[in-house]
């Protein structure tokens, strides 16, 4: 319990459960994933059951007729474990912050920035891999990443004007010709396997996706010319660059960086809720991920990387580069008056800076020349790669602790003025 203490003092976490979670795996020195959650699982599947044997009538929180009009905003509904959100502090992986994660996860040799296959790791655990797990991940992702003949096809015969995000989400849709859980669901596979299966997917999933955006970016916007083979003996990240043609040491390093802090922003938001939703349903993780692409391919969540580049770049176009306040002021207004939004601006619970920001903006200062992917149009395909790692390593939780099909109560709102009458009356 000292220890415990002090890593919660050295880590700062919030979340205590995390670290008894990975304080009492710790142990676990394997260097297969499967192996480590087929010894945590069903030690969490008994202290849930115990807990809500013990509180399963708490109440959690209070629902307003605001938050029900007002997108179930602070609304506590989900369990989602891998990761939770703090208002000011930002974003925690199990407990640690993104500062940490840089800090304490596995790099490249010579890197600086964290591996996101040691963030996976962490996401599915609780703990911080060592440099050996962490290799094993990118070398059998590496051996799962082959697609399959027709989505090759598939991808190359997309006309150039179907948005990049579109492109993605249908592939993926139509590489669920590969799930393993489907197959073994149709021949009625005991349900305390779910997550066996709903692994291999994820891990086949995530193996794959560098190949299906580097091809989508090499049709697009380098005439269609040829991903390359992967390479087993480097990372994720790194074949992805290859794959994508960019050779800069220090590119890869961002991509890094960025597939790491993007994968994951708790439950609520709407990849996240739209995957764990629809693998509620038990559709395959590729049937789950290619809805919550649907949803990030949205203007309020991740397009908002591509839109943000893009009002920025009118307004300099429009107003110049050396605007005064004023100026700057006007063109807002004029954005806000004509009923639009000034995109990427605002967040639905950070209150405070993001440290995805803070991070970025620091690799900037240091590093940051002219790298070359200037295609805003596929930014928001980088943070789907980089997503799938949270909200598929949240899936293959919510299938091995048995989480139930979701379907919330909704009221019309003449039902709803009924009962708040009743209630007041
Ligand atoms: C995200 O990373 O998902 C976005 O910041 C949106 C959100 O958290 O609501």
């Known amino acids: 319990m000292a220890l415990l203490t002090a890593a919660a003092r050295l880590f700062g976490a919030k979340n205590a459960s995390c670290l008894v979670l990975a304080a009492r795996h710790a ?196 005439e269609g010319s040829s991903i390359g083979a992967i390479d087993t003996k480097l990372d994720w990240s790194h074949n992805f660059t290859n794959m994508l043609g960019y050779t800069d040491a220090q590119f890869t390093e961002l991509m890094r960086l960025y597939l790491t802090i993007h994968s994951d922003h708790e439950g609520g938001n709407v990849s996240a809720h739209t995957s764990h939703l629809v693998g509620s349903a038990l559709s395959d993780p590729y049937l789950s991920f290619a809805a919550a692409m649907n949803g990030l391919a949205g203007p309020l969540h991740g397009l908002a990387n591509q839109e943000v580049l893009v009002w920025l770049t009118q307004l300099q176009k429009e107003v110049g580069k050396d605007v005064s306040d004023e100026k700057l002021r006007d063109y807002i207004w004029n954005t806000l008056n004509s009923g639009r939004v000034v995109p990427g601006y605002g967040h639905a619970v950070l209150r405070k800076t993001d440290p995805r920001y803070t991070c970025q903006r620091e690799f900037a200062l240091k590093h940051l020349p002219y790298y070359g992917m200037t295609e805003m149009n596929y930014y928001t395909v980088l943070f789907g790669v980089s997503r799938a790692l949270g909200v598929l390593a949240q899936l293959i939780w919510s299938r091995a602790l048995g989480f139930p099909l979701e379907r919330p109560k909704s009221m019309s709102t003449d039902g709803l003025i009924k009962f708040v009458d009743s209630k007041s009356g």
């Open 27 to 222: 142990s676990a020195s394997s260097t297969n994933l499967k192996d480590i959650l087929a010894d945590l699982i069903p030690k969490e599947q008994t202290r849930i059951k115990t807990f809500r044997q013990q509180h399963g009538k708490s109440v959690v929180g209070q629902i307003t007729v605001d938050m029900m009009y007002g997108g179930m905003r602070g609304m506590k509904g989900l369990i989602y474990e891998t990761s939770v959100l703090d208002p000011d502090e930002g974003i925690r992986f199990r407990g640690y912050s993104i500062p940490e994660c840089q800090k304490l996860l596995p790099k490249a040799k010579g890197g600086e920035e964290p591996l996101p296959e040691g963030l996976f790791w962490l996401l599915v655990t609780g703990q911080i891999p060592t440099e050996e797990q962490v290799s094993w991940l990118s070398k059998e992702w590496a051996k799962r990443a082959a697609l399959p003949s027709h989505v090759v096809t598939m991808l190359d015969n997309f006309p150039t004007n179907l948005h990049p995000m579109s492109q993605l989400s249908a592939s993926i849709t139509a590489l669920n010709s590969e799930s393993n859980f489907a197959r073994a669901y149709a021949e009625g596979i005991n349900r305390a396997k779910y997550w066996e299966l709903i692994y291999e997917d994820c891990m086949d999933l995530i193996a794959k996706l560098p190949c299906v955006a580097a091809k989508i970016y090499r049709n697009l916007y380098r």
